[in-house]
């Protein structure tokens, strides 16, 4: 599964067992097992592989037994090779045997153009794999992203509640009156709205999670969340690298050649119907002979006495099919044409999309950047605003400003922390 999970290798696995939070390896793992589309391509791969055997076994001869009854009523044929008013009956047996020589190669061509598309087929089954990876691992860091808004809400609701507490003191003993704590009351209800929309957009993003994975029971469904995100290396690749990477190894770029030369090999068999066809044949036979009126030998001796050995030669010199064969030539060669304009298709999305991705994961850096630029400046004014509330010398609006904007700080700071982890990884998983 390492070839499909490039994604998940800096996520480290905590816990395997059944009813425990899933890592992400888990989850890519579920999914795959679980998915239909997978599920449909592997049958088709399948089916690929056998047409791609039976191609290879058409090398081999045939081998046919016959056995045939007979009864005439009227007229028969008589010993003396004479037809006569007499009823006859006839058994035959026989086993035949085929063997093609020489077919301008048409075998050959077809199990090439057949090995093509099983192969064409399996890259189609990576590249379904590599979505799937793909897909799961943008809803995992969705759900560490929303835990993180979650756990900031709880945060700043709680120390909104520890400055109520502080403050009701302050009410009770006459030192502040009671009417600068509605500010501090309507604070806190702002904030516990604030967490129960963070917890809704998180039972939502793990609802995503468990649609993809396709399970049955997901009310309980929860993620390990890695210790180590940010402590692996993360390297910013280039676009020209990741792109020269990906055309060597990108499952659709490999899907689209194989498809070229499966058309290109169907054109060879096509080609093949105008050359002659040679095959040696081989057949051995025997029959008894019954007529009514006469004595005839018995059944055991017929069969001995009429046995039969052939051995032959068939040549099938085409001349004239109604330009059959030039036509499925020229659509052969027609799909040549359209599976090169496929492959340089594909090379030209997979480029706009490494182009794409590489400028996100920069824009995705500068934002990362100057959020934890904005949290440090944010932090210190919030701290400085604290202190002139506490010294009296600033009101609680003055403070629930500063507090709110390090709160959006905060969240802009984790958001664009998983966006340029994620970016990274795309990046990665694209070579």
């Not at 099983?118 to 691992?137: G, H, P, Q």
């Not at 502040?176 to 967490?195: D, I, N, P």
């Not at 824009?363 to 959020?371: H, I, V």
């Amino acid at each position: 599964m390492k070839k499909y999970i490039v994604i998940a290798l800096f996520f480290v696995p905590l816990f395997a067992a059944a009813q425990q939070p899933l890592t992400i390896q888990q989850c890519v793992d579920t999914a795959l097992a679980n998915n239909r589309n997978v599920k449909q391509q592997a049958l088709t791969k399948q089916t690929k592989a056998i047409a791609y055997e039976q191609a290879r076994q058409n090398l081999l001869p045939n081998l046919n037994a016959s056995a045939n009854q007979n009864w005439n009523f009227g007229r028969s044929l008589g010993v003396n090779n004479v037809y006569q008013s007499t009823n006859s009956a006839q058994t035959t047996f026989g086993i035949s045997s085929s063997l093609t020589l020489f077919d301008g190669l048409k075998m050959k061509y077809n199990i090439d153009a057949r090995k093509a598309d099983m192969y064409a087929s399996d890259a189609d089954l990576e590249k379904i794999k590599k979505d799937i990876t793909l897909n799961v691992s943008s809803v995992f860091l969705q759900i560490l992203l929303n835990k993180e808004l979650l756990q900031i809400a709880n945060e700043q609701l709680g120390l909104t509640k520890t400055k109520i507490e502080q403050r009701k003191s302050l009410v009770e003993s006459g030192k502040m009156a009671e009417g600068e704590m509605y500010e501090l009351v309507a604070q806190q209800s702002k904030e516990e709205l604030t967490r129960t929309q963070a917890e809704n957009t998180l039972k939502l993003s793990l609802l995503d999670l468990a649609q993809i994975l396709e399970l049955d029971h997901f009310e309980n469904l929860d993620i390990v969340i890695p210790d180590n995100l940010l402590e692996s290396e993360l390297q910013l690749l280039s676009a020209e690298s990741v792109y020269e990477s990906a055309l060597i190894h990108r499952p659709e770029i490999k899907g689209a050649e194989y498809r070229l030369k499966s058309s290109q090999s169907n054109v060879l068999v096509s080609k093949a119907e105008y050359y002659p066809f040679l095959s040696l044949g081989a057949q051995m036979g025997t029959g008894y002979y019954n007529l009514s009126n006469v004595t005839n030998n018995t059944f055991g001796k017929q069969l001995s006495d009429n046995m039969s050995n052939t051995i032959g030669l068939s040549l099938q010199i085409p001349i004239f099919n109604k330009f059959a064969v030039r036509n499925n030539v020229r659509t052969a060669q027609i799909g040549v044409e359209s599976n090169k304009l496929n492959i340089d298709n594909a090379k030209l999305e997979l480029k706009k999309t490494v182009q794409q991705a590489y400028y996100n994961a920069l824009a995705a850096k500068s934002r990362w950047d100057a959020a934890q630029k904005s949290e440090i400046a944010s932090r210190e004014a919030f701290r400085f605003a604290n202190q002139k509330f506490e010294a009296g010398k600033a009101n609680s609006y003055e403070l629930y400003q500063a507090k709110n904007n390090l709160t959006q700080v905060l969240s802009e700071q984790a958001q664009s922390k998983y966006e340029y982890v994620f970016r990274l990884k795309l990046l990665e998983l694209m070579k």
